[in-house]
């Protein structure tokens, strides 16, 4: 199995990171020859969703990257990620992959001050760590998309079939289990 | 409590990886930023090689300017304090700054004392010339490290000796055996579990990016190849021709730092670059300052 993460901007070595711990294979993904490359998953990291939308499309990633989602590829957004997947933002009118049945909201607890660490239940995983640095989070879904978290009463995280998005950041903490989660979602598409 | 705060505070400095810091001193060039690619803006009254020109003390900016930037952008907003100003620096928290540049580009307000960074929720980078000093730094709370370089001359020499200067200590911290770091620490007068952490990790225990003098997609693309892992780009972009160009450039080069190919490609047109200035014909050593 290779997971290819998209390493134009953000913290992409914290997601290899953790797929090293879990024993999974990875690249970096940068430019167009990148993606050559077979892969059976995609990791789209934290960072500013601006700067990686803006490279994805000057790269010539922003259409191989989003019809390989749509026909099936698995794919992981934490934070930017969430956002680069989301059909709507709420307060941005700029979308970007726009793949997922999500309306985010963008910067949703404000500035630095506003961010934290809580934990809460992750369904199918239990309580886990989560991070949330100038984060935004899901205010609503449609479709058939299942709400995967909430902290608050607001969404943070959801899955559509071969689409994981988080608000949070996994891979800030030393928990393995939502790497895994999405490991095993790539591996279940593997095997279809 | 502290410590969340400042582990939240270093994780924002993760998200900025690979990424590229402008300063900027209009809400207008905040705009043009962002809309290049920036992953944050530095916001502040006149940009270094302006500093420079000018002369005299610099402060803090304008509290009303630098929300002004605040509502034109969002991505994160930085913003200086003088070294040792803590009252500047209380002043930037209570407008909700995202970070805090304790900065040698301003008059230093104390010539012996760094401000308390533990004492802050917001987060704090700080420029090091050295180990030592990027260490000192971080004992005192911040949460990020950028290379002095010498500000607003567009002459990269400075943060390319700086950065080696930095990976080379920390690759010797790293080949040391455990009983040679208790002098190690007090070499570099330290505190010893950072000394610890550097020689365990092969690392700062912070994000550390590169700063003063970059110019050109190629400076920035060096600085990331010398181990720098983001760029602060002060005077080399509205001081140059053609800024939108430019700055856009310069993250691209960031991204893909050892593409020799596309780097020439986006070294192409950029309109004139900063005139620059070389150490040998400036006065004032800005590095000289805070140690």
Not at chain 1, 97 to 108: P, S
Not at chain 2, 33 to 52: Q, S
């Amino acid at each position: 199995m290779q997971i290819a993460v998209l390493a134009l901007q953000g913290a992409f070595i914290e997601h290899e990171h953790m797929l090293s711990a879990l024993g999974v294979d990875s690249f970096e993904i940068r430019q167009l020859r990148d993606i050559q490359r077979p892969f059976d998953g995609l990791i789209i990291p934290g960072g500013e969703s601006t700067v990686q939308g803006k490279l994805l499309r000057e790269l010539g990633l922003f259409e191989p990257i989003r019809q390989a989602i749509s026909a099936g590829l698995p794919v992981f957004g934490t934070c930017a990620g969430l956002l680069l997947l989301a059909k709507e933002i709420a307060n941005d009118s700029r979308v970007h992959l726009a793949t997922m049945d999500i309306r985010a909201v963008r910067n949703a607890y404000g500035h630095q001050l506003g961010s934290f660490d809580t934990q809460a239940a992750f369904a199918g995983i239990g309580e886990i760590p989560m991070t949330f640095i100038r984060a935004p989070y899901i205010g609503s879904v449609w479709a058939d998309t299942q709400v995967l978290a909430e902290v608050d009463g607001k969404i943070v995280a959801a899955r559509q079939g071969n689409q994981l998005a988080t608000a949070f950041h996994p891979e800030l903490t030393r928990d393995l289990r939502v790497h895994e989660y999405f490991v095993h979602m790539v591996e279940q598409h593997a095997k279809a | 409590m502290e410590n969340k705060r400042l582990e939240l505070n270093k994780n924002l400095a993760q998200m900025l990886k690979g990424g590229v810091i402008m300063d900027v001193t209009t809400p207008e060039q905040a705009k043009i930023a962002e809309a290049a690619g920036a992953c944050a803006v530095m916001a502040l009254e006149r940009i270094p090689a302006d500093i420079r020109a000018a002369g005299g003390v610099s402060r803090m900016s304008d509290p009303k300017m630098i929300k002004g930037i605040q509502e034109a952008v969002s991505i994160p907003v930085m913003a200086k304090c003088r070294i040792g100003h803590f009252v500047e620096a209380q002043i930037l928290q209570a407008i909700e700054i995202d970070y805090i540049d304790e900065s040698e580009v301003l008059s230093p307000a104390d010539d012996k004392y760094h401000i308390d960074k533990t004492a802050f929720d917001v987060p704090f980078v700080c420029g090091a010339k050295d180990l030592g000093e990027a260490l000192r730094r971080i004992n005192e709370g911040a949460a990020m490290i950028r290379t002095k370089g010498e500000p607003g001359t567009g002459d990269v020499v400075q943060a390319v000796r700086h950065m080696r200067m930095m990976q080379s200590e920390i690759r010797r911290i790293g080949s040391m055996s455990e009983d040679e770091l208790f002098d190690a620490a007090k070499l570099l007068q330290v505190p010893y579990d950072l000394v610890l952490y550097v020689h365990e990790h092969k690392k700062l225990p912070v994000v550390n990016f590169a700063a003063g003098g970059v110019a050109t997609p190629a400076d920035a693309a060096l600085m990331m190849q010398l181990g720098a892992e983001g760029v602060f780009v002060g005077s080399g972009i509205f001081k140059s021709g053609n800024p939108e160009k430019r700055a856009a450039a310069i993250v691209k080069a960031v991204t893909n730092f050892t593409d020799a190919k596309l780097l020439a490609e986006l070294s192409e047109d950029l309109g004139e670059a900063m005139v620059g200035i070389n150490e040998q014909e400036i006065q004032l050593l800005m590095a000289e300052r805070g140690k």
